[in-house]
Every structure is written in structure tokens, then in C-alpha cells.
């Protein structure tokens, strides 16, 4: 079975399409002066886009993982998920809290999905 990588680098892919699954790297905001809700829009536009590239779209999205950097913003930023993802095909997902990699940075998502 083949394996695409989408937008690879020297450390990781963006996207890795390995039969009928998609799976996406972790994300984040290229703009992390906005609050958790502008950071989870930016990283919900970037999941479209690569889940386009790959040949599918958020309806197929299986499972997600999602860290914040303050779990008392989970509201905010599902105010935004919530707004995004598909009715009827809410996959499984989880949050937590997180330190995460960069300063500014408020929330990471990753997903899997299926073409």
C-alpha cells in the first residue's frame, strides 16, 4: 500500500495519507496574537485545506486530539469546533491541558480522517 506525504519536511509531513486514512499532524495558529477562538479558526482552515489536498473533507474527520494551554478556554474554543464540524459526523475526540512548543501558542489539534 502506498504512502503520500503532504507538505513533508525535514522533521515531519503535515499529512500522511496511508490507504483510506488521512492523518494529520499536530497544528497550531501562524498568528498567535489572537485568543483561543482566532487560533482554533486558523487551525480549523488549515485542517480543511489539507484534508482537501489528501482527497477528503471534514464529514470524514475520525478522531481528533486537541491541547490547550488553559483547559478554562475549552468553552471558547468549542464555541469555534462546534461552528466547524460537520452535524451528524462529530468524530471521537479528546482534549486536555498542555504546555505546548512555542510561547503564544493556545491550542494544538490533530486529526485523523478517512477518504
Keep these: 500500500m502506498s504512502v503520500e506525504r503532504i507538505n ?3 522533521r515531519m509531513s503535515q499529512a500522511v495519507v496511508h490507504g483510506d486514512t488521512v492523518y494529520l499532524a499536530g497544528l497550531t ?6 485568543d483561543v477562538k482566532g487560533q ?9 485545506a489539507l484534508l482537501a489536498k489528501a482527497g477528503t473533507d471534514k464529514s470524514k474527520v475520525l478522531s481528533a486530539n486537541i491541547w490547550l494551554t488553559d ?3 475549552w468553552s471558547q474554543m468549542n464555541e469555534v469546533w462546534d461552528a466547524w464540524v460537520a ?9 486536555v491541558e ?3 512548543a512555542a510561547p503564544g501558542l493556545v491550542v494544538e489539534i490533530m486529526v485523523q480522517a478517512a477518504k
Aim: charged share 25%.
Design 29 to 34: 495558529a501562524d498568528d498567535t496574537s489572537q
Design 87 to 95: 452535524p451528524g459526523n462529530t468524530p471521537a475526540r479528546a482534549t
Design 98 to 100: 498542555a504546555k505546548l
Design 8 to 10: 513533508p519536511g525535514p
Design 71 to 73: 483547559i478554562k478556554t
Design 40 to 48: 482554533t479558526k486558523q487551525i480549523l482552515d488549515k485542517i480543511d
